[in-house]
């Protein structure tokens, strides 16, 4: 074979002698192509795999059985909550409607695929500066036209599948430009005695292929996900598959109705390297092999090769094992839906997957050899010049600036503090009637699933520049963030996905970034008592100013013992007061203004480190968060994180129609009135109270968290900020709101 073929496909010379090692001879072009995407960073994990090994359950599932489709928590009650995150940035870059909107899919399937009803879809996205001015023109209108296609294949995607896309985030920085990310993950509940697994076994089973027939749409698309994206972005369209969100709806019903019969041994979904990853997976984890005939799959086009048919990503697809002499029950299900189900192999015990096409093998690899040794690199880490640069930021050389009340407008409706009402006022929230609390009204979205009187809070967060700026820090504060926000609402932390989004792994300063943010979040994670349970990882998204900003985005699952008790952040009317819970900082480096929103918004500079956060903390601040909420202790909450306690205060009373006289809290080390009103400091939350709940709420602050009150509730919409009985800032709630929620309209429409 030729090297410019195999190399085509992403493999090295080293690695193609490697798999002539493996098999013994010389493999065939659809082996080749095989190889290639399971040995793909996207499949293989090959520069990531051994830094994921921090993550105890991951170490755990690959020392193990084996990772399954997405990890599950059990919430009592007999019941289980799945969930997980996936990126689909190279696809979104290039086809920003499909690339989205199959995201959304293929995250459902790893759902349902559990056995688990998805019950909710949140997303994160992260793009190139969208107002005139802040980039060339050509680059801001491919920045919006990819904000608009994104956000249209998610909500045309989610809006027809019927899970509700119930929570998520939005931002924008120049790093994104052409290379968006777009991240989507999906929660699902099930009955934690029913899980399915993907393991194959029992032989001489039938191998049934379910869903839509395949085409040549995707081919490569792991391989394609695992290297930088050129220039030439028309060229990788055929690598972008099309999604059908009611083939899925189909599928779901289909899928679901078969593994109650009990006659499904093991199931999986078609993702990333199509028929090819599920034959090996399911394989590998059952310690099989399997018989595959490629003349039954269903095919959109019938002069289809055994390579195409191995590597295509054609969307709503699954493979399942049925046990004998079952396979019939599976099937009839299936067509009652009007879904595809046929019989395409069978289980056998030599651990070898043998593919025919036309009666000829095109195919006979070993599945562990592909499933199990993926050569595995590290790259030696180089600190980068701008984290060293950024410890010894000097905030005194900025200065403060003369009209704090018109800075506050100003970063109100800056893109990424702006109201995200253009996003997610396109996203169906309360299909499936269990959403409780609704995008804009609270921290994280609040579920009431049936069959329990419990509720599951759950948020997606990351801030790429805290990353960039402090890796270690930015890992702990993605977790501490997130943690924050489903707390907020009175859900205990019980466990995290991450979806981590990096540049190129082989350069030293962002494998470094890497390595540091992966232990910032394993320390915090272990500290919190949050597992990861599953996750994804994509490297190699650059955009036009080299590698984007390093981006993990932590999706947080918490608990409430009663769905009925939530809260969101806006203010109820009988509310009087306003108060601030937090703990004390150890060390406030550059007074809580480092790599803020503040200083790059309103001072141009992308400098400083952030406050890292005291992990024991951090857990100690939630549950106490927790327990007030199930206490009816307070009756709202926003924790305080960009833009700082100024547009925390705004948001919660902007919201809510009222005005107050705040008194900035006295913080250690902090001497700068722009500090004070924008730093952002982690474990600060404000809260609100009625006056019953005033006269109460001391009597539930543990040793260890500080509360103070920062003012009472007024009915005007005047706000007025004060420090030391002096006036620093007057703001109009009703001004501060047309602010904020004209940003992202007057840009996108």
């Not at 697994?197 to 379910?210: D, K, Q, R, S, W």
């Not at 006659?263 to 028929?275: C, E, F, K, P, R």
């Not at 019939?328 to 595809?340: A, L």
């Not at 601040?621 to 926003?638: E, P």
């Amino acid at each position: 074979m030729a090297p410019e073929v195999y190399r085509s496909m992403g493999l090295r010379d080293s690695e193609f002698e490697q798999i002539v090692q493996l098999i013994g001879r010389e493999p065939s072009l659809t082996e080749v192509g095989m190889f290639a995407v399971m040995w793909s960073e996207h499949c293989g994990y090959k520069y990531s795999r051994p830094i994921l090994n921090y993550f105890k359950q991951y170490k755990e599932a690959i020392e193990g059985e084996g990772l399954e489709n997405a990890g599950i928590v059990d919430i009592g009650d007999g019941l289980g909550v799945a969930m997980k995150v996936e990126s689909h940035n190279h696809p979104s870059a290039v086809e920003p409607y499909q690339g989205a909107a199959t995201g959304v899919g293929g995250i459902i399937r790893d759902i349902f695929t559990m056995g688990a009803r998805p019950i909710a879809s949140l997303n994160s996205l992260r793009f190139g500066p969208i107002r005139d001015g802040e980039a060339r023109d050509e680059i801001v209108r491919r920045n919006r036209f990819l904000v608009d296609g994104v956000v249209r294949g998610i909500g045309g995607y989610g809006n027809c599948v019927g899970v509700p896309t119930v929570a998520g985030e939005v931002s924008f920085h120049p790093r994104f430009s052409g290379r968006p990310l777009v991240n989507a993950m999906c929660v699902g509940i099930l009955d934690v005695n029913k899980v399915a697994t993907a393991g194959a076994g029992g032989v001489g089973n039938p191998v049934i292929y379910l869903g839509s027939a395949t085409g040549k749409d995707g081919i490569h698309g792991a391989t394609f996900a695992s290297e930088e994206l050129e220039d030439e972005n028309d060229s990788k369209r055929p690598n972008v598959q099309i999604g059908d969100p009611f083939a899925e709806k189909q599928l779901i019903e289909a899928t679901l109705e078969a593994l109650e019969t009990g006659a499904v041994h093991s199931i999986q979904d078609m993702g990333a390297a199509g028929l090819t990853c599920s034959t090996i997976e399911m394989s590998a984890k059952g310690n099989v092999g399997m018989e595959i005939d490629l003349d039954k799959v269903p095919m959109r086009e019938s002069d289809m090769t055994g390579y195409e048919l191995m590597l295509s990503e054609s969307q709503e697809r699954m493979l399942a094992v049925a046990h004998k002499g079952r396979e019939q029950e599976v099937i009839d299900v299936f067509h009652k839906w009007g879904v595809h189900a046929e019989i395409i192999g069978h289980v056998n015990d030599t651990g070898v997957v043998r593919v025919t096409r036309h009666g000829e093998v095109v195919a006979e690899v070993k599945a562990k050899h592909l499933a199990d040794t993926c050569p595995t690199y590290r790259t030696e880490g180089v600190e980068p010049e701008h984290c060293i640069r950024a410890k010894k930021f000097d905030i005194n050389s900025v200065p403060e600036p003369s009209d704090i009340s018109q800075t506050i407008l100003k970063l109100a409706g800056s893109p990424n503090l702006a109201s995200k009402a253009w996003v997610y006022g396109q996203y169906d929230q309360q299909v499936q009637t269990q959403t409780c609390l609704l995008p804009g009204q609270g921290d994280a979205a609040v579920l009431a699933p049936r069959g329990t009187k419990k509720g599951l809070a759950v948020k997606i967060d990351g801030n790429g520049l805290w990353v960039r700026q402090s890796p270690y820090v930015g890992g702990q504060l993605a977790v501490a963030e997130a943690a924050r926000n489903v707390a907020c609402t009175g859900g205990l932390p019980v466990a995290a996905t991450d979806g981590l989004n990096y540049g190129s792994p082989e350069d030293p300063g962002i494998y470094w970034t890497f390595d540091e943010s992966v232990r910032g979040i394993a320390d915090a994670c272990e500290a919190m008592a949050t597992p990861v349970i599953s996750g994804n990882v994509s490297f190699y998204n650059h955009g036009d100013l080299g590698e984007v900003l390093p981006t993990p985005m932590i999706g947080m699952l918490g608990i409430l013992e009663s769905a009925e008790k939530y809260i969101g952040f806006v203010i109820p009317q009988e509310a009087e007061d306003l108060w601030l819970l937090n703990y004390d900082h150890a060390e406030v480096p550059q007074q809580g203004l480092g790599a803020s929103a503040y200083l790059t918004e309103i001072h141009g500079i992308e400098d400083g480190i952030p406050v890292p956060p005291n992990m024991a903390n951090e857990k100690l601040l939630c549950s106490t968060l927790a327990k007030l909420v199930d206490h009816c202790a307070i009756s709202a909450a926003h924790d305080v994180s960009e833009g700082g306690l100024a547009h925390c205060v705004l948001e919660m009373l902007a919201s809510s129609n009222k005005g107050s006289e705040i008194d900035l809290p006295e913080i250690p080390n902090v001497t700068r009135n722009d500090a004070r009103l924008f730093g952002e400091f982690a474990g600060f939350v404000v809260v609100a109270t009625t006056k019953e709940q005033s006269n109460q709420i001391q009597s539930h602050i543990p040793s260890g968290l500080n509360l103070r009150k920062l003012g009472s509730l007024g009915l005007g919409d005047q706000v007025n900020f004060r420090y030391n009985g002096e006036a620093v800032a007057v703001v109009s709630a009703t001004e501060w709101r047309h602010w904020h929620t004209s940003c992202l309209e007057k840009v996108l429409d």
